[in-house]
Structures are given as C-alpha cells and as structure tokens.
C-alpha cells in the first residue's frame, strides 16, 4: 500500500492516460485544459488505487477556491490535514493487521502489573526494583551513562551494552518515552527491570526486524552516573 502524500502533483510525461474502448475523444480549447483534464484523471486514479475515498465535487471546490485565493483551509493547515488523516489510516491498518499482537500485549501487562514488587505508573509504564541506589536522579535534560540489556516480552535480546563490553550515555530526554520515565525514577546506583508498552516505545512504527509494530519491551538497566546540565 502506497503511505506517500501526493498533493496533486504528477510528472505528465512518465503517466499514460489511456482512454477506454469506445470513450468518445475530446478536444480541448488549448494545451492548459488538455494538462488540467489531464492532471484530475491521473490524480483521481492515484487516489483511487490507494482506496481513498474522494469526493469529486468536494475536490474540485478546494481547486477553485484555492485559485481564487478564498480556500476556507490555508495551505500549511491542509498540508497538516492531510499527513494527520494519512497517519490515522495508516495506524488503523496495522491496528488490523496487528490485532493479536495488540491484545498479546494487553494481557502482558494485565497480568505483570499483578506480579510481587511490580509497580505501574499513571502512563502504563511498569517497573520493578532490583537494586534502589542512593545517588543523585536525573532530569530530562542530564545526560546519563547506563548499563543495559533490551529484550522483547517473549526474551529475544535485540540490544546489550553489555555485550559490547562498555556502558552507553545520552540525554535522557533523547531517548524512546519509556526510558526518559523510568530513568528519572531512578537514582545512582539503582538497578531496575522496565516494562515499556508499544506506546512509549516504538508504537506502531517499530524499529528493525526484531522490533514488531506494535512491540512492548523489556530493558534491564543500571544507571551508573549523572551529569547535570
């Protein structure tokens, strides 16, 4: 399925427009009419094959009233318009496609937030304390140097700093939703289990070939410094 936007915009000379068997020729007053006649056809077929729903009549008004500079849209809300409702369908798409590994996901964490010493905070994010240290926490802009192991919720390992054999820093605030939370709950020193839902983590886009639409994570992490900035 396409998911790129087109804002009725087609380079003429690779689009073939043929006429069905039968159809009657039309000739048009000048060149720009044959371009315009030309421009509706190839754009209302693209949409149509990306089964997009257009309203002709509803089409041709935001056409006419753009050229008479009287659009009730400006363009920088229609551009807006226009990625917002893409996104929405594209979301709703994989929300079918992935409709098992949604409701996988929502039995997880149903059933982990009921397990001894696992905390759930108002987002969804879920958290156990292996070790409480006594340091200093960070804040949304501090930079932090950690140790971690990043599993799926049926323990495949897709990242370990401690296979690479050294610890990894960054801004807290640069990191995916799950970490920029459970890393200000923590201090230095404090090593704890997260439980990220797919929607403080790579939601419905994914991340590689591991990391599924629609995927909760599981991060090990030991929070071995602070720099405050």
């Known amino acids: 399925m396409k998911t790129k936007i087109v804002f009725a915009v087609m380079i003429l000379t690779t689009t073939i427009i043929s006429l069905p068997a039968g159809a009657q020729?039309?000739?048009?007053?000048?060149?720009?009419?044959?371009?315009s006649y030309a421009l509706g056809?190839?754009?209302?077929?693209?949409?149509?094959?990306?089964?997009?729903?257009?309203?002709?009549?509803?089409?041709?008004?935001?056409?006419?009233?753009?050229?008479?500079?009287?659009?009730?849209?400006?363009?920088?809300?229609?551009?807006?318009?226009?990625?917002t409702y893409m996104q929405r369908r594209e979301k709703a798409r994989l929300e079918r496609e992935y409709k098992s590994k949604i409701e996988e996901e929502k039995k997880f964490f149903s059933g982990n937030g009921k397990a001894e010493g696992v905390m759930t905070t108002p987002s969804g994010l879920q958290y156990r304390v292996i070790t409480a240290g006594t340091g200093v926490m960070p804040g949304p802009d501090d930079i932090v140097t950690v140790h971690y192991t990043g599993t799926t919720i049926d323990g495949a390992k897709f990242d370990s700093s401690f296979d690479r054999g050294e610890p990894a820093q960054f801004r807290v605030k640069n990191v995916i939703a799950g970490w920029v939370e459970g890393l200000q709950l923590m201090a230095v020193g404090s090593k704890f289990v997260l439980y990220i839902p797919s929607s403080l983590a790579y939601g419905e886009r994914g991340a590689g070939s591991v990391i599924k639409p629609f995927e909760p994570l599981i991060f090990e992490v030991e929070l071995l410094e602070v720099t405050k900035e």
């Open 25 to 35: 020729k039309v000739k048009f007053a000048s060149s720009e009419d044959s371009l």
């Open 41 to 83: 056809v190839a754009n209302y077929k693209y949409y149509q094959n990306d089964s997009i729903t257009i309203n002709t009549k509803m089409f041709a008004r935001g056409m006419t009233d753009a050229s008479k500079n009287t659009p009730v849209m400006n363009e920088t809300d229609a551009g807006a318009f226009v990625v």
